[in-house]
Each structure stands twice: as C-alpha cells, then as structure tokens.
T-cell receptor
C-alpha cells in the first residue's frame, strides 16, 4: 500500500537553529500538507500546498516557516530559527480522496 | 469558527463494544474521518464517511453520522487490547474553492481492559 515517508523520525536541535523536515508524499497525489501536534494537544493544520505553491496557511505558519517541493518527490518544511515552543510532532500528509499521513517527525528544541 | 469536540477518555472491557462520539460545528463539512494514533506513532486512517451518507460499516467498525445534530460516532465491535489508542475525529470541506484542510478533535483515549 502506498505510504507517506517522513525523515528523520526524531530530531533534536538547539534553539535558534534551522531545521528541515523531509517528506515523500504518495506519487500521484496532488495536495500536500503539514500538520503539527504539540504533546497532549490537538493536531493542528499548518499549511497546504498545491500546484507548486502554498494554497492556504494557518496563523501558526509565520515567517519562520517555509515549504518547498524541490524536486518531483520531496516536500520539505523548514523552520528558520527554532523556538522552544516549536517542539512538537510534525506530520506530513498527501491527499487524493482521503488523506494519508506520514508517521511524523518528533522535533525537540532544547 | 469550526470546531470538533470529543470526550477525552473511554474505558471498556475486552470483547465489549466501544462507541466514541464526536460533534462538529461546520455544517458544510463534506468528509468526516476517524484516525487512530498509537503511542509514539503517526495517524492511521481508520475510515471516513461522506456527508450524504448516514452509516458506513467496515468489518468491526461502524460509523454513524447524524447530520442534523452534527454528530458522528465510531463503534468498534468486539474491542481488543490492540484497539487501545487515541482516536481522532476530523472534518473537512472539499470543494472547488477549498483545499480540504482537516480540523481535528482533541482525541479520545480508548483503554481496553482484559
């Protein structure tokens, strides 16, 4: 069964550092998303991406965040200068009719 | 704004049925989903229902949708210890103008006792 792959599974970074979270969506899906889940809280929408551009973003997705689809397969989320409150599980998803989520990257900012 | 509400905990005995409930506010939702999250793991799609349906059954899972009351439920028959997880209800609107962002509930933690 096709799946969404995320790397790394866990990343620890120092506050102020840049991180790039990587995702390989399902190849024939056209819509891509990033969500995050702070420990014990709801899964929250960050950004959606379609036709090589951001189609919608939440208020969480400020200037510190960016997304890119650098080639035909990868979809990345970059956080330019991480803060302690960016510590969360970050999920990538791609959509055809239904969503398929990756298994997530646990980001810990220390 | 849009919101999805779920009770936070449910405890059942192995072999019993579990019913997890969810209410949502956006009457224009077109798809409603149930996701399962095991500890430390990602979100696994269990099932989804289109808003013009009122019931969907898939093996041990039955989804009931009451669109008038904006109430969605997930029934798990013959609940097993492996069903212990957090279950998230989510809604979305997918049409020509929307990118179908999911709105999640806080999740219901299901504990299954042997």
């Amino acid at each position: 069964e096709p799946e969404v792959t995320q790397t790394p599974s866990h990343q620890v970074t120092q506050m102020g550092q840049e991180v790039i979270l990587r995702c390989v969506p399902i190849s024939n899906h056209l819509y891509f998303y990033w969500y995050r889940q702070i420990l014990g809280q709801k899964v929250e929408f960050l950004v959606s991406f379609y036709n090589n551009e951001i189609s919608e973003k939440s208020e969480i997705f400020d200037d510190q965040f960016s997304v890119e689809r650098p080639d035909g397969s990868n979809f990345t989320l970059k956080i330019r200068s991480t803060k302690l409150e960016d510590s969360a599980m970050y999920f990538c998803a791609s959509r055809d009719l239904g969503y398929t989520f990756g298994s997530g990257t646990r980001l810990t900012v220390v | 704004g849009e919101d999805v509400e779920q009770s936070l905990f449910l405890s059942v005995r192995e072999g019993d049925s579990s019913v997890i409930n969810c209410t949502y506010t956006d009457s224009s939702s077109t798809y409603l989903y149930w996701y399962k999250q095991e500890p430390g793991a990602g979100l696994q799609l269990l099932t989804y229902i289109f808003s013009n349906m009122d019931m969907k059954q898939d093996q041990r899972l039955t989804v009931l949708l009451n669109k008038k009351d904006k109430h969605l439920s997930l029934r798990i028959a013959d609940t097993q210890t492996g069903d212990s997880a957090i279950y998230f209800c989510a809604e979305t609107l997918i049409d020509g103008g929307s990118q179908g962002n999911l709105i999640f509930g806080k999740g219901t933690k299901l504990s299954v006792k042997p």
